[in-house]
């Protein structure tokens, strides 16, 4: 089945200590986001790419960075995790106007 | 402001009860509307769409919602809840001419009384 694969499932990392996590997809969809969505909150849209063009949300920290090295994957790079940034990570695509999530990657930050 | 609103955090019901969730936004013209289902540790699940057309909406798992211009609104519904619908379940907006980006409503928690 076409799907949104997202690898970890659960990560566990040390405050201050890179941590990649990983988004693949077999749908063929020109876009991909990265959603962070902290404990009883609504998701929040960190990044998207459209094709191979990056767009930043204005309030994402510098600390998120993400990679699309081609149309099926898409990573998410926090660079220094801190406490505040343990939550659930979604990845999603998109082509039209319908949306697909992955199973999303629950990041511990310890 | 574009904005969209869950104004009920949580909702308890029997099972077997009617079911109704509210979701209203702020907006200039009609945005693309979504309702989303989420269980625990888990990803989201699009229940239902609107873009045009018909306002009452068919979705999976027997979800329907309706599309109110007047009222801005866009409840979900269901004539009789199951205790497997417990979940968070989120409206979501796509604002037409801002791109391709979902906005989340704040959510609201169902819990199903057995």
């Known amino acids: 089945d076409a799907m949104v694969i997202q690898n970890p499932r659960y990560q566990v990392t040390q405050f201050g200590k890179p941590v990649t996590l990983s988004c693949s997809q077999t749908?063929?969809?020109?876009?991909m986001y990265w959603y962070q969505q902290k404990s009883s909150q609504a998701p929040k849209l960190l990044f998207h790419?459209?094709?191979?063009?990056?767009?930043n949300e204005a309030d994402t920290p510098d600390n998120f960075q993400s990679r699309r090295p081609n149309t099926s994957f898409c990573f998410l790079d926090i660079r220094s995790p801190g406490l505040g940034d343990a939550a659930m990570y979604l990845c999603a695509t998109s082509q039209g106007t319908s949306m697909f999530f992955g199973p999303g990657t629950r990041l511990t930050v310890l | 402001a574009q904005s969209v609103t869950q104004p009920d955090i949580h909702i308890t019901v029997s099972e077997g009860a009617s079911l109704e969730l509210r979701c209203n936004y702020s907006y200039g013209a009609t945005p693309y509307l979504f309702w989303y289902v989420q269980s625990p540790g888990q990803g989201l699940q699009l229940l239902l769409k609107y873009f045009s057309g018909d306002t009452l909406v068919q979705g999976i798992k027997g979800f329907e919602a309706e599309f109110k211009r007047s009222q801005s609104s866009f409840n979900l519904r269901k004539p009789s809840v199951h205790w497997s619908d417990a979940a968070e379940y989120f409206c979501?907006?796509?604002?037409?001419?801002?791109?391709?980006?979902?906005?989340f409503g704040t959510g609201t928690q169902l819990k199903v009384e057995l």
């Open positions: 979501a907006v796509v604002f037409t001419g801002g791109g391709n980006k979902l906005t």
């Open positions: 749908l063929n969809h020109n876009v």
């Open positions: 790419y459209y094709d191979k063009d990056f767009n």
